[in-house]
């Protein structure tokens, strides 16, 4: 091999070269990782949040935040804001030379979950404080009710929309059966099997049954008597009560 000029020439070449390639990522691992190299000036949002307190936010940025703009770590800003409540996910990227770039995603609540807990329209449980007149789920958390139940309430939505009620509470049971409370008071039993037929049923029927019971009912003064509970699980009708 020592004879072999060529090959010692390649050799030391591949040396130099891997000497001065380590010489310069040395170099710019010193510069980068100097205190005053490249110094994060400002952390901007993408977008005011609705439901997270900016002040939150900036306590959770001067507390997580530590480097310049190469080496502040990402990851543990995103982890931190993301346990904020009402924060559904979180995406940070650089802006060079100085800044960093947040855009929140917020929870967007759908309906109150065992009365616990707020389930948004992805059918994700999160925990939150919130005013507002949702509906009401309730299912068994470790089987992932809250999914099936959110989509339900969608489609069942939409079937009531045209008869001016909305469904304001929707509970799914252990043994996943459905029953359904409408905003004028009825409560529909609607069992586990052929639910979207019973419905389609009961609401057909509605405008010439029901709602007419109720028209006639409060006109009488006896709207004590407007029908509280339906029985939907039978094959060709109904029961009420």
Do not use: C
């Not at 139940?149 to 939409?158: D, G, L, P, R, T």
């Amino acid at each position: 091999m020592w004879d072999n000029a060529p090959l010692l020439r390649s050799i030391a070449n591949t040396l130099i070269t891997g000497s001065v390639l380590a010489m310069l990522y040395g170099a710019i691992w010193y510069w980068v990782h100097l205190p005053g190299s490249l110094p994060l000036r400002s952390v901007q949002l993408s977008t005011a949040p609705q439901r997270v307190a900016v002040a939150e936010i900036m306590a959770v940025v001067q507390r997580e935040v530590q480097g310049n703009f190469f080496t502040v770590d990402i990851e543990r800003l995103r982890t931190a804001l993301e346990k904020l409540a009402w924060v559904r996910s979180v995406s940070i990227w650089r802006e060079f030379p100085h800044g960093l770039m947040v855009r929140l995603e917020e929870h967007q609540a759908l309906a109150h979950w065992n009365d616990n807990e707020l389930v948004n329209v992805q059918g994700e449980l999160f925990n939150a404080h919130s005013d507002q007149v949702l509906p009401e789920f309730f299912g068994q958390e470790k089987r992932g009710d809250s999914f099936e139940i959110a989509k339900h309430y969608s489609v069942f939505s939409q079937q009531f929309a045209a008869l001016g009620i909305s469904v304001s509470q929707l509970a799914l049971s252990p043994r996943h059966a459905w029953q359904m409370h409408l905003s004028n008071g009825m409560v529909l039993e609607l069992g586990r099997d052929d639910v979207q037929q019973r419905l389609a049923r009961f609401i057909a029927v509605y405008p010439y049954g029901f709602a007419a019971i109720q028209k006639t009912e409060i006109g009488a003064q006896k709207s004590a008597r407007v029908p509280s509970y339906v029985d939907l699980r039978y094959r060709n009708g109904f029961a009420v009560k």
